[in-house]
């Protein structure tokens, strides 16, 4: 019997400056964690300040070939899926609409900035497990394509994800009948 009430003195809280303490603590702790993780994106991009803008985007992308919606997962440098590009906002992640033309892929993005990758800065495309810190076992749609000096890697998710084969032939198609085009220019 008295272990039962000495069990029940014991239960009552009674360091009340303690706990306050404690939480306060914590939640400095968790302020100064997303500080500096706030940080780290900034200096990103400032590191990144050297990447050129992006192309303006255009209200249609040409005769439309694909479309789609989906996610937008962000951008990389190519080759390398853990290192975010998050310059001109291609480092936010967001729902994506796109549509593949003629001209370029369109990447509609409500609420963030649009992006624009014309027809001849795309170099190919693949499905992938990852970019940007993000992995999806089902796979990702990666589209490979150059900005300035730069070679990137935009990774998105369709809503259908068995629709990405169909992007992955239909932009490659697309950059190498322009890579042809460009070529033949040339000469």
Known sequence: MTALLLAQEQA???????YIGWAVGLLVLIALVYWLMRQGWNWRRTLQSGIPPLPAV???AGRTILETSGRYHGTTTAGNWLDRVV?????????ADLTLGEDGL?????????????????TGARTDSGIAGKVVPAGLLVVTWTHGETELDSGFRADHPDEHAAWVEAVTHLATRTTTKTEEASR
């Open 106 to 122: 369109l990447v509609r993005r409500p609420g963030d900035v649009d992006l624009w990758i014309p027809a001849g800065l795309l």
């Open 58 to 60: 255009p209200d249609r």
């Open 12 to 18: 009552k809280v009674t360091n009340w400056p303690g």
């Open 87 to 95: 310059a001109h906002g291609l480092g936010n992640r967001s729902r």
